[in-house]
Nanobody, 125 residues
Framework: QVQLVESGGGLVQAGGSLRLSCAASDRTFRRYAMGWFRQAPGKEREFVAAISGSGGGIFYADSVKGRFTISRDNAKNIVYLQMNSLKPEDTAVYYC??????????????????WGQGTQVTVSS
C-alpha cells in the first residue's frame, strides 16, 4: 500500500509556472512507475506525464510537451511536475499515481494502482 500526497497547486496567470510535488510513503518507491493525470470539470481524466522507476523512461502528452517536465528523487520518495508557460486550458485537478509495473499503457488510468487526492491548478487568462 502506497500513500501519495500532492502539493504545489494554486492560482497562476497565463504564462506563469508552478511546480507540483507528490510525496510517497513507501520505502520501495523506486520500484514504482509514476504518473501525473489531470481532470477538468465535465471531462474525463487525462494523461499528462509518466516516469519509470529509475527515471530512465519519460513520457508526455502532446498537449504539454516542451512546457512540462516530470522528474523524481528516489532518495526523497518524491516525484515532481514542473509546469511552465501555463495556459488556461491547463486548469484542472492534478493527480499523482503509482504503478507496480512498467507498462505500455502508462497513459491509461487503469494502469495505476495507487492515487493521490489531487491538487487544484487554476490558470487565469
Amino acid at each position: 500500500q502506497v500513500q501519495l500526497v500532492e502539493s504545489g497547486g494554486g492560482l497562476v496567470q497565463a504564462g506563469g509556472s508552478l511546480r507540483l510535488s507528490c510525496a510517497a510513503s513507501d520505502r520501495t518507491f523506486r520500484r514504482y512507475a509514476m504518473g501525473w493525470f489531470r481532470q477538468a470539470p465535465g471531462k474525463e481524466r487525462e494523461f499528462v506525464a509518466a516516469i519509470s522507476g529509475s527515471g530512465g523512461g519519460i513520457f508526455y502528452a502532446d498537449s504539454v510537451k516542451g512546457r512540462f517536465t516530470i522528474s523524481r528523487d528516489n532518495a526523497k520518495n518524491i516525484v515532481y511536475l514542473q509546469m511552465n508557460s501555463l495556459k488556461p486550458e491547463d486548469t484542472a485537478v492534478y493527480y499523482c499515481a503509482a504503478s507496480k509495473a512498467l507498462s505500455s499503457s502508462y497513459y491509461r488510468p487503469w494502469g495505476y494502482d495507487y492515487w493521490g487526492q489531487g491538487t487544484q491548478v487554476t490558470v487565469s487568462s
